[in-house]
Protein backbone atom coordinates (compact mmCIF):
# COMPACT_ATOMS: atom_id res chain seq x y z
CA UNK A 1 0.00 0.00 0.00
CA UNK A 2 1.79 3.20 -1.27
CA UNK A 3 -0.61 5.53 0.46
CA UNK A 4 -1.20 4.46 3.49
CA UNK A 5 -4.89 5.62 3.44
CA UNK A 6 -5.69 2.65 1.13
CA UNK A 7 -5.45 -0.97 1.26
CA UNK A 8 -2.42 -2.28 -0.17
CA UNK A 9 0.19 -5.26 -0.34
CA UNK A 10 1.89 -4.22 3.19
CA UNK A 11 -1.77 -4.99 4.85
CA UNK A 12 -1.74 -8.07 6.85
CA UNK A 13 -4.90 -9.29 7.97
CA UNK A 14 -5.87 -11.59 10.91
CA UNK A 15 -8.03 -14.52 10.21
CA UNK A 16 -9.98 -16.63 12.24
CA UNK A 17 -12.87 -18.95 10.97
CA UNK A 18 -12.27 -22.80 12.72
CA UNK A 19 -14.88 -24.40 10.48
CA UNK A 20 -15.07 -25.13 7.36
CA UNK A 21 -13.12 -23.80 4.00
CA UNK A 22 -14.03 -20.03 5.50
CA UNK A 23 -10.81 -19.63 6.14
CA UNK A 24 -9.12 -20.70 2.75
CA UNK A 25 -11.92 -19.13 0.87
CA UNK A 26 -11.47 -15.54 3.21
CA UNK A 27 -7.61 -15.98 2.63
CA UNK A 28 -8.08 -16.24 -1.14
CA UNK A 29 -10.21 -13.43 -1.13
CA UNK A 30 -7.51 -11.21 0.68
CA UNK A 31 -4.98 -12.06 -1.68
CA UNK A 32 -6.85 -10.74 -4.17
CA UNK A 33 -7.31 -7.10 -3.21
CA UNK A 34 -3.22 -7.15 -2.03
CA UNK A 35 -3.64 -8.60 1.47
CA UNK A 36 -1.77 -10.66 3.89
CA UNK A 37 -4.12 -13.11 5.59
CA UNK A 38 -2.28 -14.54 8.95
CA UNK A 39 -4.44 -17.20 10.40
CA UNK A 40 -4.87 -17.41 14.02
CA UNK A 41 -5.54 -21.15 15.83
CA UNK A 42 -6.73 -20.10 19.19
CA UNK A 43 -7.65 -16.85 21.46
CA UNK A 44 -3.68 -16.82 22.32
CA UNK A 45 -2.99 -16.02 18.69
CA UNK A 46 -5.70 -13.49 18.50
CA UNK A 47 -4.42 -11.44 21.20
CA UNK A 48 -0.65 -11.83 19.96
CA UNK A 49 -2.67 -10.24 16.70
CA UNK A 50 -4.28 -7.26 18.30
CA UNK A 51 -0.69 -6.91 19.88
CA UNK A 52 1.29 -6.95 16.95
CA UNK A 53 1.23 -3.72 15.18
CA UNK A 54 1.69 -4.43 12.08
CA UNK A 55 -1.94 -6.05 11.92
CA UNK A 56 -4.28 -3.55 10.60
CA UNK A 57 -7.73 -5.53 11.16
CA UNK A 58 -9.46 -8.86 12.47
CA UNK A 59 -11.46 -10.99 10.14
CA UNK A 60 -13.80 -13.53 12.56
CA UNK A 61 -16.78 -15.67 12.12
CA UNK A 62 -19.20 -15.91 14.67
CA UNK A 63 -18.33 -18.76 16.18
CA UNK A 64 -14.67 -17.76 16.52
CA UNK A 65 -16.09 -15.08 18.17
CA UNK A 66 -17.78 -16.61 20.51
CA UNK A 67 -15.15 -19.33 21.34
CA UNK A 68 -12.30 -16.77 21.97
CA UNK A 69 -14.73 -14.13 23.34
CA UNK A 70 -12.08 -13.71 27.12
CA UNK A 71 -8.45 -13.45 25.65
CA UNK A 72 -9.76 -11.60 22.58
CA UNK A 73 -11.43 -8.95 24.81
CA UNK A 74 -8.62 -8.76 27.30
CA UNK A 75 -6.34 -8.12 24.31
CA UNK A 76 -8.91 -5.07 22.67
CA UNK A 77 -8.69 -3.17 26.25
CA UNK A 78 -5.01 -3.44 26.83
CA UNK A 79 -4.34 -1.68 23.29
CA UNK A 80 -2.30 1.72 23.13
CA UNK A 81 -3.72 4.81 23.12
CA UNK A 82 -3.41 5.30 19.62
CA UNK A 83 -4.91 2.06 18.49
CA UNK A 84 -8.36 1.02 17.81
CA UNK A 85 -7.94 -2.21 16.04
CA UNK A 86 -11.20 -2.69 13.46
CA UNK A 87 -12.80 -6.51 13.73
CA UNK A 88 -15.27 -7.31 10.85
CA UNK A 89 -17.21 -10.41 11.79
CA UNK A 90 -19.09 -12.66 9.36
CA UNK A 91 -22.42 -13.84 11.58
CA UNK A 92 -24.87 -16.57 10.58
CA UNK A 93 -27.44 -14.17 12.72
CA UNK A 94 -26.71 -10.68 11.76
CA UNK A 95 -30.41 -10.99 9.37
CA UNK A 96 -32.32 -12.18 12.56
CA UNK A 97 -32.56 -10.52 15.64
CA UNK A 98 -30.06 -12.29 17.82
CA UNK A 99 -30.52 -13.09 21.62
CA UNK A 100 -30.18 -9.05 23.68
CA UNK A 101 -27.02 -10.79 25.84
CA UNK A 102 -25.27 -11.32 22.30
CA UNK A 103 -25.35 -8.72 20.79
CA UNK A 104 -24.62 -6.58 24.65
CA UNK A 105 -21.40 -8.94 24.18
CA UNK A 106 -20.75 -7.55 20.69
CA UNK A 107 -20.71 -4.00 21.19
CA UNK A 108 -18.14 -4.32 24.03
CA UNK A 109 -15.63 -4.34 20.82
CA UNK A 110 -15.98 -0.76 19.94
CA UNK A 111 -14.62 -0.82 16.55
CA UNK A 112 -16.61 -3.65 15.37
CA UNK A 113 -18.41 -4.44 11.95
CA UNK A 114 -20.68 -7.02 11.76
CA UNK A 115 -21.78 -9.19 8.44
CA UNK A 116 -24.01 -11.64 7.33
CA UNK A 117 -23.05 -15.24 6.12
CA UNK A 118 -23.32 -16.34 3.54
CA UNK A 119 -22.63 -12.57 1.92
CA UNK A 120 -21.22 -10.44 -1.12
CA UNK A 121 -17.82 -10.09 -1.41
CA UNK A 122 -18.17 -6.57 -2.51
CA UNK A 123 -20.00 -5.98 0.80
CA UNK A 124 -17.05 -7.74 2.34
CA UNK A 125 -14.73 -5.57 0.41
CA UNK A 126 -16.77 -2.13 1.17
CA UNK A 127 -16.38 -3.05 4.97
CA UNK A 128 -12.21 -3.96 4.30
CA UNK A 129 -11.84 -0.91 2.77
CA UNK A 130 -13.16 0.88 5.38
CA UNK A 131 -11.28 -0.71 7.78
CA UNK A 132 -8.26 -0.21 6.44
CA UNK A 133 -8.65 3.66 6.17
CA UNK A 134 -9.47 3.76 9.37
CA UNK A 135 -6.17 1.91 10.88
CA UNK A 136 -4.21 3.77 8.53
CA UNK A 137 -5.62 7.02 10.07
CA UNK A 138 -4.64 5.15 13.29
CA UNK A 139 -0.64 4.92 12.66
CA UNK A 140 -1.03 8.19 11.35
CA UNK A 141 -2.17 9.56 14.66
CA UNK A 142 0.66 7.09 16.44
CA UNK A 143 3.37 8.63 14.16
CA UNK A 144 2.37 12.00 15.83
CA UNK A 145 2.20 10.94 18.66
CA UNK A 146 5.79 9.35 18.67
CA UNK A 147 6.61 13.16 17.27
CA UNK A 148 5.09 15.16 20.09
CA UNK A 149 6.56 12.72 22.62
CA UNK A 150 9.87 13.19 20.73
CA UNK A 151 9.30 16.84 20.67
CA UNK A 152 8.32 16.57 24.55
CA UNK A 153 11.32 14.58 25.55
CA UNK A 154 13.58 17.11 23.75
CA UNK A 155 11.32 20.12 25.41
CA UNK A 156 11.83 18.35 29.03
CA UNK A 157 15.46 17.94 28.00
CA UNK A 158 15.85 22.00 27.29
CA UNK A 159 13.86 22.64 30.70
CA UNK A 160 16.13 20.88 32.87
CA UNK A 161 19.09 21.78 31.06
CA UNK A 162 17.65 25.89 31.55
CA UNK A 163 16.69 24.93 35.17
CA UNK A 164 20.36 23.77 35.64
CA UNK A 165 21.23 27.01 33.89
CA UNK A 166 19.42 29.23 35.77
CA UNK A 167 20.54 26.80 39.38
CA UNK A 168 24.13 27.36 38.50
CA UNK A 169 23.62 31.39 37.84
CA UNK A 170 21.28 31.77 40.80
CA UNK A 171 23.93 30.17 43.16
CA UNK A 172 26.59 31.87 41.44
CA UNK A 173 24.63 35.46 42.26
CA UNK A 174 24.66 33.80 45.43
CA UNK A 175 28.30 33.71 45.92
CA UNK A 176 28.36 37.17 44.47
CA UNK A 177 26.35 38.52 46.96
CA UNK A 178 27.59 36.71 49.84
CA UNK A 179 31.27 38.05 48.68
CA UNK A 180 30.02 41.46 48.14
CA UNK A 181 28.48 41.22 51.84
CA UNK A 182 31.18 40.10 52.96
CA UNK A 183 33.46 43.36 51.31
CA UNK A 184 30.73 45.51 52.93
CA UNK A 185 31.21 44.02 56.47
CA UNK A 186 35.12 44.17 55.94
CA UNK A 187 34.68 47.60 55.08
CA UNK A 188 31.88 48.64 58.02
CA UNK A 189 34.72 46.72 60.30
CA UNK A 190 37.45 48.77 59.04
CA UNK A 191 35.67 51.93 58.90
CA UNK A 192 34.38 51.01 62.68
CA UNK A 193 37.91 50.54 63.85
CA UNK A 194 39.31 53.50 61.78
CA UNK A 195 36.77 55.78 63.59
CA UNK A 196 37.42 54.17 66.93
CA UNK A 197 41.17 54.81 66.70
CA UNK A 198 40.81 58.31 65.22
CA UNK A 199 37.90 59.43 68.07
CA UNK A 200 40.06 57.63 70.85
CA UNK A 201 43.40 59.01 69.49
CA UNK A 202 42.20 62.35 70.04
CA UNK A 203 40.73 61.25 73.77
CA UNK A 204 43.71 60.31 74.23
CA UNK A 205 46.08 62.78 73.40
CA UNK A 206 43.74 65.63 75.23
CA UNK A 207 44.70 63.40 78.46
CA UNK A 208 48.11 62.93 77.78
CA UNK A 209 48.77 66.16 77.48
CA UNK A 210 46.90 67.45 80.41
CA UNK A 211 48.47 64.99 82.65
CA UNK A 212 51.81 66.32 81.09
CA UNK A 213 51.08 69.97 81.78
CA UNK A 214 49.38 69.30 85.34
CA UNK A 215 52.79 69.08 87.14
CA UNK A 216 54.41 71.67 85.57
CA UNK A 217 51.78 74.33 86.71
CA UNK A 218 51.12 75.74 89.96
CA UNK A 219 48.16 73.55 91.60
CA UNK A 220 44.80 75.16 91.19
CA UNK A 221 45.80 77.90 89.39
CA UNK A 222 43.66 78.72 85.98
CA UNK A 223 46.27 76.85 83.74
CA UNK A 224 45.56 73.81 86.13
CA UNK A 225 41.92 74.20 86.25
CA UNK A 226 41.71 73.86 82.63
CA UNK A 227 43.51 70.78 81.83
CA UNK A 228 41.50 69.02 84.83
CA UNK A 229 39.10 69.79 83.04
CA UNK A 230 40.16 69.41 79.79
CA UNK A 231 40.62 65.33 80.97
CA UNK A 232 37.37 65.54 82.47
CA UNK A 233 35.72 66.38 79.04
CA UNK A 234 38.17 63.73 77.32
CA UNK A 235 36.66 60.99 79.51
CA UNK A 236 33.13 61.73 79.45
CA UNK A 237 33.73 62.05 75.39
CA UNK A 238 34.89 58.63 75.72
CA UNK A 239 32.18 57.14 77.65
CA UNK A 240 29.69 58.51 74.74
CA UNK A 241 31.51 56.94 72.41
CA UNK A 242 31.54 53.73 74.22
CA UNK A 243 28.12 53.89 74.58
CA UNK A 244 27.39 54.34 71.16
CA UNK A 245 29.22 51.41 70.11
CA UNK A 246 27.83 49.40 72.95
CA UNK A 247 24.65 49.85 71.35
CA UNK A 248 25.13 49.42 67.94
CA UNK A 249 26.91 46.04 68.88
CA UNK A 250 23.75 45.08 71.29
CA UNK A 251 25.83 44.75 74.08
CA UNK A 252 24.59 47.67 76.60
CA UNK A 253 22.56 46.44 79.46
CA UNK A 254 19.35 47.96 78.96
CA UNK A 255 16.97 49.12 81.49
CA UNK A 256 14.19 47.71 80.46
CA UNK A 257 10.17 48.76 81.98
CA UNK A 258 7.16 49.81 80.51
CA UNK A 259 7.25 53.29 79.46
CA UNK A 260 4.60 55.37 77.99
CA UNK A 261 6.26 56.77 74.39
CA UNK A 262 3.08 59.22 74.23
CA UNK A 263 4.43 61.20 77.59
CA UNK A 264 7.76 60.80 76.90
CA UNK A 265 7.28 62.60 73.33
CA UNK A 266 5.68 65.55 74.89
CA UNK A 267 7.47 65.89 78.15
CA UNK A 268 10.65 66.08 74.85
CA UNK A 269 9.24 68.28 72.57
CA UNK A 270 10.42 71.34 73.75
CA UNK A 271 14.45 69.56 73.87
CA UNK A 272 13.59 68.06 70.43
CA UNK A 273 12.70 71.77 69.08
CA UNK A 274 15.61 72.81 70.35
CA UNK A 275 17.82 70.71 68.60
CA UNK A 276 15.99 71.39 65.29
CA UNK A 277 16.19 74.99 65.71
CA UNK A 278 13.62 77.54 64.85
CA UNK A 279 12.81 77.11 61.01
CA UNK A 280 11.95 73.63 60.95
CA UNK A 281 8.56 72.75 62.61
CA UNK A 282 7.97 69.65 64.82
CA UNK A 283 4.58 67.98 64.71
CA UNK A 284 3.91 65.45 66.76
CA UNK A 285 1.28 62.59 65.32
CA UNK A 286 0.35 60.07 68.66
CA UNK A 287 -2.21 57.80 68.27
CA UNK A 288 -4.63 58.30 71.45
CA UNK A 289 -4.72 54.51 72.38
CA UNK A 290 -0.97 53.95 72.02
CA UNK A 291 0.29 51.06 74.14
CA UNK A 292 2.75 50.71 76.45
CA UNK A 293 6.35 49.97 75.60
CA UNK A 294 8.93 47.83 77.27
CA UNK A 295 12.39 49.86 76.36
CA UNK A 296 14.79 51.64 77.95
CA UNK A 297 13.91 55.39 78.59
CA UNK A 298 17.54 56.46 77.93
CA UNK A 299 17.97 55.08 74.89
CA UNK A 300 14.85 56.26 73.36
CA UNK A 301 15.89 59.82 74.70
CA UNK A 302 19.03 58.91 72.60
CA UNK A 303 17.83 57.60 69.95
CA UNK A 304 15.22 60.20 68.84
CA UNK A 305 17.60 63.18 69.69
CA UNK A 306 20.04 61.80 67.47
CA UNK A 307 16.85 61.10 64.51
CA UNK A 308 16.37 65.24 65.07
CA UNK A 309 19.65 65.95 64.63
CA UNK A 310 20.17 64.07 61.49
CA UNK A 311 16.98 65.65 60.30
CA UNK A 312 18.01 69.08 60.95
CA UNK A 313 21.30 68.29 58.88
CA UNK A 314 19.48 67.12 55.77
CA UNK A 315 17.27 70.55 56.31
CA UNK A 316 19.57 73.01 56.25
CA UNK A 317 16.84 75.57 54.73
CA UNK A 318 14.43 74.50 56.99
CA UNK A 319 11.29 71.89 56.38
CA UNK A 320 9.89 69.88 58.97
CA UNK A 321 9.64 67.20 60.77
CA UNK A 322 7.00 64.83 62.20
CA UNK A 323 7.13 62.11 64.56
CA UNK A 324 4.70 59.48 64.55
CA UNK A 325 3.66 57.05 67.28
CA UNK A 326 0.85 54.31 66.76
CA UNK A 327 0.15 50.55 67.58
CA UNK A 328 0.87 47.48 65.03
CA UNK A 329 0.51 44.15 65.38
CA UNK A 330 2.68 42.35 62.94
CA UNK A 331 3.14 40.58 60.39
CA UNK A 332 1.12 43.84 58.56
CA UNK A 333 0.47 44.67 55.26
CA UNK A 334 1.90 47.72 55.41
CA UNK A 335 5.45 46.73 56.66
CA UNK A 336 8.19 44.85 55.00
CA UNK A 337 8.34 41.48 55.71
CA UNK A 338 10.76 42.06 59.17
CA UNK A 339 10.51 38.28 60.60
CA UNK A 340 8.91 39.74 64.03
CA UNK A 341 5.36 38.64 65.37
CA UNK A 342 3.74 40.22 67.96
CA UNK A 343 2.34 43.37 69.10
CA UNK A 344 4.58 46.42 68.97
CA UNK A 345 4.58 50.40 68.65
CA UNK A 346 5.66 51.57 66.02
CA UNK A 347 7.38 54.94 66.07
CA UNK A 348 8.99 57.38 62.59
CA UNK A 349 10.84 60.17 62.36
CA UNK A 350 9.66 61.65 58.98
CA UNK A 351 11.92 65.22 57.45
CA UNK A 352 11.05 66.92 54.53
CA UNK A 353 14.59 67.30 53.08
CA UNK A 354 16.48 66.06 50.01
CA UNK A 355 16.57 62.05 50.92
CA UNK A 356 19.20 59.85 50.75
CA UNK A 357 20.87 58.32 47.80
CA UNK A 358 20.33 53.93 47.59
CA UNK A 359 23.75 53.32 48.50
CA UNK A 360 23.75 55.57 51.79
CA UNK A 361 20.39 54.32 52.52
CA UNK A 362 22.38 50.43 52.75
CA UNK A 363 24.79 51.80 54.73
CA UNK A 364 23.33 54.42 57.03
CA UNK A 365 23.52 51.78 59.92
CA UNK A 366 27.19 51.24 60.07
CA UNK A 367 29.11 52.67 62.39
CA UNK A 368 31.24 55.80 61.94
CA UNK A 369 29.59 55.92 58.33
CA UNK A 370 28.61 59.19 57.89
CA UNK A 371 28.31 61.99 54.75
CA UNK A 372 28.79 64.78 56.56
CA UNK A 373 31.76 66.54 56.82
CA UNK A 374 35.11 65.82 58.98
CA UNK A 375 34.30 67.04 62.10
CA UNK A 376 30.81 67.64 62.34
CA UNK A 377 29.71 64.09 63.19
CA UNK A 378 30.85 60.81 64.46
CA UNK A 379 28.78 58.42 62.43
CA UNK A 380 27.16 56.86 65.70
CA UNK A 381 23.79 58.50 65.77
CA UNK A 382 22.06 55.98 63.32
CA UNK A 383 23.90 52.79 64.57
CA UNK A 384 22.87 53.72 68.03
CA UNK A 385 19.20 53.80 66.99
CA UNK A 386 19.42 50.27 65.47
CA UNK A 387 21.57 48.79 68.05
CA UNK A 388 18.69 50.30 70.47
CA UNK A 389 15.75 48.98 68.80
CA UNK A 390 17.40 45.54 67.74
CA UNK A 391 18.47 45.23 71.23
CA UNK A 392 14.91 45.92 72.58
CA UNK A 393 13.42 43.01 70.43
CA UNK A 394 12.52 44.79 67.73
CA UNK A 395 13.75 46.37 64.34
CA UNK A 396 14.98 49.42 62.94
CA UNK A 397 14.91 50.67 59.01
CA UNK A 398 14.81 53.29 56.41
CA UNK A 399 13.04 54.78 53.76
CA UNK A 400 13.96 58.11 51.52
CA UNK A 401 13.02 59.68 48.94
CA UNK A 402 13.45 62.81 46.92
CA UNK A 403 10.70 64.04 49.43
CA UNK A 404 12.45 63.49 52.74
CA UNK A 405 13.26 60.25 54.51
CA UNK A 406 11.56 58.21 57.12
CA UNK A 407 13.17 56.45 60.13
CA UNK A 408 11.24 54.00 61.86
CA UNK A 409 11.93 52.18 64.96
CA UNK A 410 9.98 49.05 66.51
CA UNK A 411 9.58 48.50 69.75
CA UNK A 412 7.80 45.57 71.74
CA UNK A 413 4.72 46.22 73.60
CA UNK A 414 5.04 45.51 77.39
CA UNK A 415 2.90 43.44 78.96
CA UNK A 416 2.52 45.87 82.02
CA UNK A 417 -1.03 47.81 82.39
CA UNK A 418 0.51 50.89 83.99
CA UNK A 419 3.62 52.48 83.98
CA UNK A 420 5.56 52.38 87.55
CA UNK A 421 6.28 55.35 89.05
CA UNK A 422 9.91 56.47 89.71
CA UNK A 423 11.20 56.67 93.35
CA UNK A 424 11.57 60.11 93.41
CA UNK A 425 12.28 59.99 97.07
CA UNK A 426 15.15 57.23 96.90
CA UNK A 427 16.66 59.27 93.83
CA UNK A 428 16.96 62.63 95.88
CA UNK A 429 18.07 61.26 99.27
CA UNK A 430 20.83 61.42 100.50
CA UNK A 431 23.90 59.16 101.13
CA UNK A 432 24.09 58.44 104.70
CA UNK A 433 27.95 57.77 105.90
CA UNK A 434 28.90 54.37 106.89
CA UNK A 435 27.26 51.98 104.52
CA UNK A 436 28.69 48.28 104.20
CA UNK A 437 30.23 47.64 100.51
CA UNK A 438 31.76 44.76 99.27
CA UNK A 439 33.39 45.54 96.30
CA UNK A 440 34.03 43.23 93.77
CA UNK A 441 36.61 44.14 91.22
CA UNK A 442 39.29 42.03 89.43
CA UNK A 443 41.47 45.30 87.91
CA UNK A 444 43.80 46.65 90.74
CA UNK A 445 44.07 49.58 89.23
CA UNK A 446 39.78 50.10 88.90
CA UNK A 447 40.05 48.97 92.69
CA UNK A 448 41.76 51.60 93.62
CA UNK A 449 40.20 54.13 92.10
CA UNK A 450 37.00 53.13 92.85
CA UNK A 451 37.58 52.30 96.84
CA UNK A 452 39.01 55.87 96.64
CA UNK A 453 35.56 57.23 95.45
CA UNK A 454 33.56 55.04 97.86
CA UNK A 455 35.61 56.03 100.55
CA UNK A 456 35.03 59.87 99.61
CA UNK A 457 31.34 58.86 99.70
CA UNK A 458 32.07 57.60 102.94
CA UNK A 459 31.31 54.12 102.73
CA UNK A 460 33.03 51.41 104.81
CA UNK A 461 34.51 49.27 101.73
CA UNK A 462 35.54 45.62 101.52
CA UNK A 463 37.80 44.46 98.50
CA UNK A 464 37.25 40.80 96.64
CA UNK A 465 39.04 40.09 93.73
CA UNK A 466 36.01 37.83 92.44
CA UNK A 467 32.87 36.23 92.85
CA UNK A 468 34.49 33.30 94.66
CA UNK A 469 36.34 35.30 96.99
CA UNK A 470 32.74 37.65 97.55
CA UNK A 471 30.70 34.42 98.25
CA UNK A 472 33.27 33.08 101.17
CA UNK A 473 32.74 36.86 102.99
CA UNK A 474 29.47 36.82 105.55
CA UNK A 475 26.98 38.76 103.38
CA UNK A 476 24.32 39.72 106.12
CA UNK A 477 26.88 41.79 107.43
CA UNK A 478 26.98 44.06 104.44
CA UNK A 479 24.64 46.59 103.30
CA UNK A 480 25.27 46.49 99.50
CA UNK A 481 27.18 44.16 97.10
CA UNK A 482 28.79 46.44 94.18
CA UNK A 483 30.41 44.09 91.80
CA UNK A 484 32.20 44.30 88.43
CA UNK A 485 30.29 42.21 85.18
CA UNK A 486 33.29 40.75 83.64
CA UNK A 487 35.70 39.17 85.86
CA UNK A 488 37.67 36.07 85.60
CA UNK A 489 36.80 32.54 86.85
CA UNK A 490 33.94 30.23 86.73
CA UNK A 491 31.15 32.62 88.27
CA UNK A 492 31.26 36.44 86.74
CA UNK A 493 29.35 39.52 88.21
CA UNK A 494 25.76 38.06 86.79
CA UNK A 495 26.20 34.90 88.32
CA UNK A 496 27.27 36.36 91.15
CA UNK A 497 24.49 38.32 91.33
CA UNK A 498 21.74 35.65 90.84
CA UNK A 499 23.32 33.47 93.58
CA UNK A 500 23.20 36.59 95.74
CA UNK A 501 19.55 37.31 94.60
CA UNK A 502 18.40 33.43 95.27
CA UNK A 503 20.22 33.30 99.32
CA UNK A 504 19.67 36.77 100.25
CA UNK A 505 16.83 38.55 98.59
CA UNK A 506 17.30 41.64 100.55
CA UNK A 507 20.69 42.42 99.61
CA UNK A 508 20.87 45.15 97.17
CA UNK A 509 23.41 44.22 94.29
CA UNK A 510 24.96 47.18 92.09
CA UNK A 511 26.87 45.77 88.97
CA UNK A 512 29.17 48.05 86.96
CA UNK A 513 29.16 47.32 83.11
CA UNK A 514 31.73 48.04 80.79
CA UNK A 515 30.44 45.59 78.37
CA UNK A 516 28.48 42.78 78.75
CA UNK A 517 29.03 39.37 76.70
CA UNK A 518 25.01 38.75 77.16
CA UNK A 519 22.58 41.54 78.15
CA UNK A 520 19.71 38.96 77.95
CA UNK A 521 20.88 37.30 81.06
CA UNK A 522 20.04 40.38 83.40
CA UNK A 523 16.12 40.10 82.50
CA UNK A 524 14.06 39.56 85.27
CA UNK A 525 16.86 39.74 87.87
CA UNK A 526 16.32 42.53 90.41
CA UNK A 527 19.98 44.51 90.01
CA UNK A 528 20.87 47.21 89.30
CA UNK A 529 23.37 48.65 86.54
CA UNK A 530 25.93 51.07 86.36
CA UNK A 531 27.53 51.92 83.52
CA UNK A 532 31.32 52.49 83.24
CA UNK A 533 32.95 55.16 83.15
CA UNK A 534 30.86 56.72 85.56
CA UNK A 535 31.37 59.68 88.03
CA UNK A 536 31.26 59.98 91.88
CA UNK A 537 28.08 61.91 91.27
CA UNK A 538 26.73 59.45 89.43
CA UNK A 539 28.13 56.76 92.11
CA UNK A 540 26.12 58.35 95.21
CA UNK A 541 23.04 59.02 93.72
CA UNK A 542 23.07 55.19 92.92
CA UNK A 543 24.06 53.93 96.32
CA UNK A 544 21.74 56.35 97.95
CA UNK A 545 18.76 55.03 95.56
CA UNK A 546 19.70 51.32 96.30
CA UNK A 547 20.28 51.72 99.50
CA UNK A 548 17.21 53.76 100.32
CA UNK A 549 15.13 51.22 98.55
CA UNK A 550 16.81 47.91 100.54
CA UNK A 551 16.52 49.92 103.64
CA UNK A 552 12.43 49.57 102.81
CA UNK A 553 12.78 45.75 102.52
CA UNK A 554 14.50 45.07 105.48
CA UNK A 555 17.93 44.44 103.94
CA UNK A 556 20.75 43.81 107.14
Known amino acids: MTDPRKPGASVAVAICAPFGYDEQALAGLLAEWGAQARTCADGAA ?137 ARKLEAIGRLTGGVAHDFNNLLQVIQGSTTLLPLVEPHSERWERALHAIQRAAARGAKLTHQLLAFGRRQALSGGALDIARQLDEMRDLLQQSLRERIVLQLEVAPDLWLAEADLTQLEVALLNLAVNAKDAMPDGGTVTIRARNCSLPAPELPQLGLSGDFIWLTVLDTGAGMAPDVVRQAFDPFFTTKPVGAGTG ?88 QEALRQPLEQFDLVFSDVVMPGAMDGIGLARHIRERHPGLPVLLASGYVVAPERLRGLDVSVLAKPYTQEELRRTLARLLARGAGKGAP
Request: overall charge negative.
Open 380 to 467: LGLSQVYGFARQSGGMAWIESSTQGTAVSILLPRSAAERVQQKEDGALAAPLEAGARVLFVEDDAEVADATLALLSNLGCEALLARDA
Open 46 to 182: LAAAVEDPGVWLLLLTDDALETHATPLAAALQAQPAWSDMPLIVLSAQASSSGSHLQWNFLRQFANITVLGRPGSANVLRTAFDAACRARAWQFTVREQMATLSAAATLLEQRVLERTAELVAETDSRKRVESALNE
